[in-house]
């Protein structure tokens, strides 16, 4: 009857412990990877895990930003993927999954899948330049991906490449990459150096129709628009003068005529002039 | 006549109250008047070396650094929090539409936090018009804080470049060339 009860004793604390045992919280494992390698490519499709519970939260960290995820939950575990189909800032990451208290990381390497989809990014330096100072042109380029990785490539050696150019002496506008406005640069034209001058005498108006064009510099570009030309003219008495701005390469003006006076005429812009020309009605 | 009238001034009033509703307020000071307290609280240290053909002055050079730091305060942020806006006036257009892709709200939930301790930026390039800088950052030292307050360190290599657009350095493209934990 005694060892009965001592039996019976020993039952219901073994039932008791079991009682207690069941009651707490079991302790979550952290979910295994099945993926060996610690290389993701991004975006991620499906990141398989095999886990208890359903309740987790996922995370990816790349170097730059958190990358939102999804979960979907299957009998063995669950997956991840990317919510969006986006690159990365490729390299070092971190995968972070939380279950209420209990958090895990994965330290992981991210590489884009969509390879090196890359483009020359080219800069100039000045963006204008004028063959009066200098046509040296400073070129600073290197490759960067479409998610703005800094990356090596066959046309730039090292990361960042830059080169000294001299640009040829002709006015224009250009691109340094051909489908980028902002890539723009400009040649602009130096001081005039030569000025061909030509007059016709209007009889109806009496005046002289003066024609200072076409303007140079001196690697034969055109002067620039509203470059100002000074037309100076002497009857042996009085000297007078009359100023005109260049259009398209030449500046005109019209000088009125004494009758039975010759004039002497000469342009100039800055300190070029043109050679003397005699105004004879 | 005195309907008329009185239906043609509350016609009058309900025009103006509409278009008084369509007017947008704009909520978000200018860039001048606002204090940018992400980058105000962050401190770091960072060591400038020029390697660039062209000689920069001191002022430049504080400039860049001042800028750089900032920079790394939104970082640290985005890598945080993936708030985007906070940053804006720190990254190029080219940059912001990166980051963009992965916005989806930012993160209440206390996650992974990240400090940089220590930079050594060496500035590889520098337009002659101060608008472009190339540099690599080596041995930046960062600080990964993580939930339950587990710390890890680890040193980075970097290759950033750097535009100057508006009145401040922003980030256009960045590279992570090495990572070892320390």
């Known amino acids: ?281 | 006549m005195r309907v008329l009238f009185g239906f043609f001034i509350l016609l009058l009033i309900g025009f103006f109250f509409l278009q008084g509703r369509t007017i947008q307020r704009v909520a978000e000071k200018p860039v001048f008047l606002r204090i940018d307290e992400i980058a105000n609280d962050h401190q770091t240290h960072i060591d400038i070396a020029v390697h660039a053909s062209i000689q920069l002055n001191d002022l430049a050079l504080e400039g860049l650094k001042k800028d750089y730091s900032n920079l790394w305060g939104h970082l640290n942020h985005l890598y945080e929090t993936n708030d985007i806006i906070a940053g804006k006036e720190y990254y190029t257009e080219a940059w912001y539409k990166q980051i963009a892709h992965h916005y989806a709200h930012p993160i209440d939930e206390p996650g992974i936090k990240r400090m940089d301790l220590k930079h050594a930026l060496q500035i590889q390039n520098w337009s002659s018009d101060g608008l472009v800088c190339t540099a690599f950052d080596r041995n930046v030292i960062l600080k990964h804080i993580y939930p339950g307050g587990r710390e890890r360190i680890s040193s980075v290599d970097l290759a950033v470049v750097l535009l100057y657009q508006g009145d401040h350095w922003r980030l256009d493209g960045l590279s992570v060339l090495d990572e070892k934990p320390q």
């Open chain 1, 1 to 281: 009857m005694r060892g009965f009860s001592i039996i019976q004793s020993i039952l219901i604390s073994a039932a008791f412990l079991v009682f207690l045992v069941s009651c707490q919280n079991k302790a979550i494992q952290k979910p295994i990877m099945l993926s060996k390698s610690p290389v993701l490519s991004v975006p991620i499709n499906r990141l398989e895990f095999s886990s208890e519970g359903k309740n987790w939260d996922a995370r990816l960290y790349s170097f730059g930003q958190p990358v939102p995820l999804k979960i979907q939950y299957t009998e063995t575990g669950f997956y991840l993927s990317q919510k969006n189909q986006s690159g990365v800032i490729q390299g070092p990451g971190i995968l972070y999954l939380s279950a209420g208290k209990y958090d895990y990381f994965y330290d992981v390497s991210l590489v884009n899948m969509d390879g090196p989809t890359t483009m020359i990014s080219d800069y100039r330096s000045p963006k204008t330049v004028n063959p009066d100072s200098s046509l040296s042109h400073q070129k600073l380029f290197f490759t960067i991906d479409r998610w703005r990785n800094v990356v090596k490539s066959d046309q730039t050696a090292g990361y960042f490449e830059e080169s000294e150019i001299s640009l040829p002496p002709i006015v224009g506008i250009y691109r340094a990459q051909e489908t980028d406005p902002l890539s723009s640069y400009y040649v602009q034209p130096g001081s005039c150096t030569s000025i061909p001058l030509q007059a016709d005498f209007n009889m109806d108006k009496s005046t002289f129709h003066v024609v200072a064009g076409p303007l140079k510099d001196a690697y034969n570009n055109q002067v620039a628009d509203g470059t100002v030309v000074a037309f100076m003219y002497e009857d042996g008495a009085y000297s007078f003068r009359m100023e005109a701005t260049a259009h398209n390469g030449s500046a005109t003006v019209d000088i009125p005529v004494k009758t039975n006076l010759t004039y002497t005429l000469v342009a100039a812009v800055n300190e070029t002039k043109s050679l003397e020309i005699q105004l004879n009605p």
